[in-house]
């Protein structure tokens, strides 16, 4: 795989906004989620079991915003994919004390393009970030990134790669597998070993893809999944709107638990900690449901 890559001293930084339009945000999860099983990412490399979506996931290059799927043609936009990007998350204003109180881990994965995968949950590397922080709206990495932003460039003849943002929760006590503790560039890793592997690490809270592909031959392929339909996406919807508000009275539930326990002496940061562990904690049973419901959708019309 090609790749040129970039050594930016400055971190990259994710940026997260709250949002009190319940109905949009479940509404692009949904069609995140729906075009992430039309493009056969799910269940491999992205095992379902990984998931509990609750935000919306922008990925911007530069003072461009990009959405899901959108296709880039290398070498003619390698000049728009050339800086790293920033990650915006749009959070239901009902949990932003709760993303505000969690650390995160981003990355940026490529498996292949639609049916030429490299295998099983075998990606190639192209950013990974630990202990994220939300501070003044921004998500940014204090440390050094594990592997620092590379511009996506495949090797010509390989159809369209499908380059996967992921934004993991990470939990109380996450450690990074063994040999991601340092610095190191692109490379091949399995998903599935890093997420096994690591100590703590929580969901996949937010996703998002775009499609990179090299024409300098003058090709172009033509993709092998279709649209999802939007009768598809609304029914997603309108699961992951009542996954959300599950999740949302959960967290107040456990967090007022927390609180009478702790007594008098319970500080506001303490109860948010347990708040976003209650929120992140475990995928709700009816984001599992919208899974297999998508599954069987999009597979009916997509793939």
């Known amino acids: 795989m090609l790749y040129r890559s970039i050594t930016a001293t400055a971190a990259l930084a994710l940026a997260a906004s709250t949002s009190s339009l319940a109905v949009d ?16 990412l799910i269940p491999e490399p992205i095992d379902s079991d990984y998931l509990d979506l609750s935000s919306a996931l922008v990925l911007a290059f530069g003072s461009t915003n990009v959405t899901t799927g959108q296709r ?16 915006q998350l749009d959070v239901p204003a009902s949990m932003a004390s709760q993303y505000a109180a969690m650390n995160f881990t981003a990355m940026i994965v490529d498996p292949g393009a639609y049916g030429q995968t490299m295998g099983g949950s075998n990606v190639t590397r192209h950013y990974l970030a630990n202990d994220l922080r939300l501070s003044n709206g921004r998500l940014t990495n204090s440390t050094p990134a594990i592997t620092s932003y590379a511009e996506p460039g495949p090797a010509a003849g390989t ?7 992921l934004v993991f929760a990470q939990e109380s006590g996450f450690e990074a597998p063994d040999g991601f503790t340092t610095q190191m560039g692109v490379s091949t890793m399995e998903l599935a070993d890093y997420v096994d592997d690591a100590d703590n690490l929580g969901h996949i809270v937010a996703m998002t893809y775009i499609m990179v592909e090299n024409t300098a031959d003058g090709t172009a392929t033509v993709s092998s999944s279709t649209a999802v339909p939007s009768s598809s996406v609304a029914a997603a919807e309108s699961s992951i709107a009542s996954s959300l508000s599950l999740s949302t009275s959960m967290t107040s539930a456990a967090s007022g638990a927390s609180s009478s326990a702790a007594g008098a002496s319970s500080t506001a940061a303490s109860s948010g900690a347990v708040g976003a562990a209650a929120a992140f904690g475990g995928k709700s049973a009816v984001m599992a449901a919208v899974l297999g419901m998508a599954s069987v959708a999009v597979g009916a019309w997509a793939l």
């Open 25 to 40: 945000i479940p509404r692009a999860i949904a069609q995140d989620l729906t075009q992430f099983e039309a493009q056969a």
């Open 159 to 165: 159809g369209a790669h499908r380059y996967m943002a």
């Open 72 to 87: 880039f043609e290398f070498p003619a936009d390698t000049s728009a994919l050339a800086t790293a990007p920033t990650f």
